[in-house]
Antibody, heavy 121, light 106 residues
Framework: EVQLVESGGALVRPEGSLRLSCAASGFISGDYQMNWVRQAPGKGLEWISYIDSSGGTIYYADSVKGRFTISRDNAINLLYLQMTNLRAEDTAIYYC??????????????WGQGTLVTVSS | SYEVTQPPSLSVSPGQTASITCSGDALGEKSVSWYQQKPGQSPVVVIYQDFKRPSGIPERFSASNSGNTATLTISGTQGEDEGDYHCQTWDRSSAVFGGGTKLTVL
């Protein structure tokens, strides 16, 4: 059974830093592209970052570029999101989501349960 | 940046057909996925690549994508279909989500 379990969410002060982790099981994580998607309270989904299976190709949303860093360790099936210079508007549930690709297009076929990040003084 | 737009809410009676739209420039040239999210839960994909249904998703879920509009259709809507529905596509290496549509079945 495919499982994605996020951890690391916390209450952090503005301009602070936090690292989220996503533990993958039930599949060979090194075979798949992965993403982070967030959802602010009462709002819609916002994609924030993508990493390919090897970690060689990475993309970010403009809202987090330069502040967030995605990475992965396929040896231990972990995906990370290092967040720095956090702002109040980064407050959200953060989900890791697996990409499944076909015919040049991909979608998010499995999602974790999410971890809550609250940025407040 | 590319944007897709959904109506904020839709109400249908049980057994009726619910149609949720997602609009964007030349959206028909892209691939659209739809996610269902129930309160307090993570999103679940119900449609991918415009019209494909993952295993385990009921046949009452169908979709199309043409021109500037993608449409998710739920035929014979049931109470368990209540929740938020998000459309999603890709534009220049960025995933783009619509704002979500809250479907109420009453």
């Amino acid at each position: 059974e495919v499982q994605l379990v996020e951890s690391g969410g916390a209450l952090v002060r503005p301009e602070g830093s936090l690292r989220l982790s996503c533990a993958a099981s039930g599949f060979i994580s090194g075979d798949y592209q992965m993403n982070w998607v967030r959802q602010a309270p009462g709002k819609g989904l916002e994609w924030i970052s993508y990493i390919d299976s090897s970690g060689g190709t990475i993309y970010y949303a403009d809202s987090v570029k330069g502040r967030f860093t995605i990475s992965r360790d396929n040896a231990i099936n972990l995906l990370y999101l290092q967040m720095t210079n956090l702002r109040a508007e980064d407050t959200a549930i953060y989900y890791c989501a697996r990409s499944w690709s076909s015919s040049g297009w991909s979608h998010f076929d499995y999602w974790g349960q999410g971890t809550l990040v609250t940025v407040s003084s | 940046s590319y944007e897709v737009t959904q109506p904020p809410s839709l109400s249908v009676s049980p057994g009726q057909t619910a149609s949720i739209t997602c609009s964007g420039d030349a959206l028909g040239e892209k691939s659209v996925s739809w996610y269902q999210q129930k309160p307090g839960q993570s999103p679940v994909v119900v449609i991918y690549q415009d019209f494909k249904r993952p295993s385990g998703i009921p046949e009452r879920f169908s979709a199309s994508n043409s021109g500037n509009t993608a449409t998710l259709t739920i035929s014979g809507t049931q109470g368990e279909d209540e929740g938020d529905y998000h459309c999603q596509t890709w534009d220049r290496s960025s995933a783009v989500f619509g704002g979500g549509t809250k479907l109420t079945v009453l």
